[in-house]
C-alpha cells in the first residue's frame, strides 16, 4: 500500500460518503495498528486457504475463464449528473432501472459477449441507506427499491440469456449481530455472538463490519449461508467489497483472506458456479491468496469521480497506467486483474474527450480487465457504442495470452505491448500528457528488427509494412492500437549481470539474493546515491541502443541512467509485482563505438534493484 496520495484522498472522501450516509462511525485508516489479541497467523490463512482450494469441484472450472464483460449499478448509483439519481445518494438502484439496464444489455451488447447484470451495494438498504436483515443476521431485500424481490430479478435476467451479479460487504455487518443472539441458519445452536471475535472488533473498508473469527466453528456456517442464499436466488457473480489487505486499511484487524477463502468454500458448497470478485484496491503483496481464492481482484481505487459526471480523467482513470503494471503477472484464466468498470458510452456524462474515452477502452483491453459497463446503456451515443462493440479490440481482451504491459519507460509517452499466440504482438501506444505528442513503438522493445506489418485494430485497416517501428502523432491522453506481425529476424543481445565482479558499486548498493533474477542475483539497496555501473558494454557501432533492463519493483520508481560520465537521465520503472519479481523494459541510451560505462544513479530518491541489463548487437 502506497502512502497516502491526492488518489487515496479521493478515495476516502467516497468511503466517507458511503459511511457517513450509512450512519456509521468511521475510522481513518493508519499504517500501523497496534497488536491484538487472538490474532490469526499466517500459518491458519494458509490452511485455510489451502481448504478452499482442494475442495474444487468440476463445475467451478469454468468460471472466469476469461476476463467477464457486462454492467455493474455502481457508477450510476454515485453520479451526481442531472436526472440519474433524483430520489437522493444511491437511489439509482431500482428494479425498474436494473430491469431497463438488463433489456439495453440484452439488445445492444449481448451479442459481442457482454452479459453480467451486477447489482452493487444497497440492495438490503433503503432510501436512508437504512440496512434491513433476516433472523439469520443475512442482508434482506429492501422492497422499496426491489418489490418483487432479489430471486425475481436474477430469474428475470436469466430470462433475457444473460448473467446476475450481486454485492455484499465483508464480514457480518454490525446491524446484523443482533446483540449475537441471532441464530446462523441450518445450525441448531450457533448465533451471531459465536462467530466474531467478542471485543468486536471492526473490519473492512469502512469498518461497518465487525470481524469475523474463522477460528471458530460456526464462522464458516455463516458464510455458508449467505452463499446458500444467493445461489438459492440464482445469483452467478458476487462482488466482495471492502476487503483487505487493502481497501486503504492495514493491521490484523483488516487481512480478510480467511474471509475470501471461507468464501471460495462457501460458494463450491452450494454446487453452483458464481464468479466471487473482490475488491477495492487489494494490496499486491498478498495477491498470489487472491489468485488462490477469488475470480478477480480491483487493483486500484474506484474509478468514478464522485461528481457531476461518471468519471474525470484525473479522478481516477489515469491512476491504471501507473498502478496497473506490477498486476500483470498474476492474471490469467481462473482469475484476472479488475480496473473497475469501463464509463465510454454516454458522451458528456462520461466526462471525458472522445481520446480519453478511446485510451481508457484500450487500456482495458490490452490489460485483460473485465469489461464491464457503468453506463446509461439506455442512452449510449454512437461513439460510445463502436468503442464498446469494436470486435477486434474485445477480440484482444478475450483472447488467450498474458495481458500487455509497458515496454518503455514510464513518462507521458508509452508503448505497452504483449504477444499473442499466433507471433503477432499487440501494441499499445498513449500519450499521457496534456498536449500532442508523438509516440514510438520500436520493434527492438518487442524483441526483433527489420520490417513488420502493421494493422490498425480501432479503425480496422492495413498500414502496410514499417521497418524499424511506427510513430504516431497523439492528441493529449490520446492513443492507438495496433497489431504488429514481426517480418524480421530476432533481436540479437549480449547480456551483462548487474552482480558481475567487473562493475562497479558505490553509496549503499550492495548484490543480494533472487531466485527470478537471472544468475540468482541482483544489485539492490539503490537509494539516496547508491549506484551500479556496468563498466564493459562493448558496441561495434556509436548510435541510440534501446538497452533492456531487467529489474524488481515492490512499486513504482525512477532511477537515473548515464553512458560514459553524461548527465544521468531520471528514467521512471513501472512496479514488477514485488521485490522478488522480475520484469523488465527498454531505455535510450547513447553509446559510442567500443567500450562503454552504463551508470544507474538512485540520485537523492529510492529505486528499483537491478538484475542485468540486455544491449543490442545492431
Known amino acids: 500500500m502506497r502512502p497516502p496520495t491526492r488518489n487515496v484522498a479521493r478515495t476516502l472522501r467516497a468511503a466517507l460518503v458511503l459511511a457517513v450516509t450509512a450512519g456509521l462511525a468511521v475510522a481513518v485508516p493508519t499504517t500501523a495498528q497496534a497488536q491484538l489479541p487472538d490474532q490469526v497467523t499466517d500459518q491458519a490463512i494458509d490452511q485455510a486457504i489451502d481448504q478452499a482450494t482442494d475442495q474444487a469441484p468440476a463445475a467451478q472450472s469454468a468460471v472466469a475463464e476469461k476476463p467477464y464483460m457486462g454492467w455493474s449499478s455502481w457508477s450510476l448509483q454515485t453520479t451526481s449528473y442531472p436526472g440519474v439519481n433524483t430520489n437522493g445518494s444511491y437511489s439509482y438502484l431500482t428494479e425498474a432501472n436494473v430491469n431497463k439496464q438488463t433489456d439495453a444489455l440484452a439488445s445492444k451488447l449481448k451479442k459481442y459477449g457482454y452479459e453480467y447484470v451486477n447489482i452493487d451495494a444497497g440492495w438490503w438498504r433503503g432510501w436512508d441507506w437504512k440496512p434491513e436483515f433476516d433472523e439469520y443476521g443475512r442482508q434482506k431485500t429492501n422492497t422499496e427499491r426491489f418489490p418483487s424481490g432479489m430471486k425475481a430479478v436474477a430469474d428475470r435476467i436469466h430470462g433475457k440469456g444473460l448473467k446476475a451479479g450481486i454485492y455484499l460487504p465483508v464480514g457480518l455487518e ?68 471492502g476487503v483487505g489487505p487493502g481497501s486503504f486499511k492495514s493491521g490484523d484487524n483488516y487481512d480478510n483472506r480467511t474471509d475470501v477463502a471461507a468464501w471460495q468454500k462457501a460458494i463450491k458448497g452450494t454446487g453452483r458456479p458464481i464468479h466471487l470478485e473482490i475488491s477495492w484496491s487489494l494490496d499486491i503483496n498478498y495477491a498470489k491468496d487472491w489468485q488462490a481464492t477469488s475470480n478477480g481482484w480491483r487493483v486500484d481505487t474506484d474509478v468514478e469521480c464522485y461528481c457531476n459526471t461518471l468519471v474525470s480523467w484525473e479522478n481516477s482513470v489515469e491512476d491504471r497506467w501507473r498502478d496497473t503494471p506490477g498486476w500483470t503477472r498474476y492474471a490469467g484464466p481462473g482469475g484476472w486483474n479488475d480496473l473497475d468498470a469501463i464509463n465510454v458510452g454516454n458522451a458528456a456524462m462520461s466526462g471525458l474527450t472522445k481520446a480519453e474515452r478511446q485510451s481508457y477502452m484500450t487500456l482495458w483491453a490490452v490489460a ?188 513504482p520508481r525512477s532511477i537515473g541512467v548515464s553512458a560514459n560520465g553524461k548527465a544521468p537521465v531520471s528514467t521512471a520503472f513501472p512496479a514488477t509485482g514485488g521485490w522478488s519479481a522480475v520484469d523488465s523494459i527498454s531505455v535510450p541510451v547513447t553509446l559510442k563505438a567500443g567500450t562503454n560505462t552504463v551508470t544507474f544513479d538512485s540520485g537523492d530518491g529510492y529505486s528499483p534493484d537491478i538484475d542485468k541489463i540486455d544491449v543490442p548487437r545492431v
Not at 527492438?444 to 517501428?469: P, Y
Open 368 to 555: 485483460k480487465s473485465p469489461l464491464y459497463s457503468g453506463d446509461d446503456l439506455t442512452k449510449l451515443d454512437d461513439y460510445g457504442l463502436s468503442l464498446m462493440t469494436n470486435r477486434d479490440v474485445l477480440k484482444i481482451n478475450q483472447q488467450p495470452g498474458k495481458p500487455a504491459k509497458p515496454v518503455t519507460s514510464v513518462g507521458d509517452e508509452q508503448v505497452w505491448a504483449s504477444e499473442n499466440p499466433d507471433g503477432s504482438y499487440t501494441v499499445a501506444l498513449f500519450n499521457q500528457g496534456d498536449s500532442p505528442s508523438p509516440v514510438t513503438a520500436d520493434w527492438q522493445t518487442l524483441g526483433f528488427t527489420g520490417q513488420a506489418s502493421v494493422r490498425d485494430v480501432w479503425n480496422r485497416e492495413s498500414l502496410g509494412r514499417h521497418k524499424d517501428g511506427i510513430t504516431q502523432a497523439l492528441p493529449a491522453h490520446g492513443s492507438r492500437l495496433f497489431t504488429v506481425t514481426p517480418q524480421g529476424p530476432e533481436l540479437k543481445t549480449t547480456a551483462y549481470e548487474a552482480e558481475s565482479p567487473a562493475n562497479v558499486l558505490s553509496g549503499s548498493a550492495s548484490i543480494a539474493n533472487c531466485d527470478e533474477c537471472s544468475g540468482t542475483k541482483k544489485v539492490g539497496n539503490l537509494y539516496t546515491g547508491g549506484k551500479v555501473q556496468f563498466t564493459d558494454v562493448v558496441v561495434e557501432k556509436a548510435g541510440r541502443y534501446l538497452v533492456k533492463v531487467a529489474y524488481t519493483s515492490g512499486d
Open 174 to 241: 454490525k446491524e446484523g449481530y443482533g446483540e449475537g443472539k441471532l441464530r446462523i441458519w441450518n445450525t441448531d445452536d450457533c448465533t451471531t455472538g459465536d462467530i466474531v471475535y467478542s471485543d468486536l472488533r471492526t473490519t473492512n473498508g469502512w469498518d461497518s463490519s465487525y470481524k469475523i473469527d474463522f477460528t471458530k466453528p460456526c464462522a464458516q456456517k455463516y458464510v455458508d449461508s449467505q452463499a446458500q442464499l444467493i445461489a438459492d436466488w440464482g445469483y452467478d457473480f458476487l462482488k466482495l467489497d
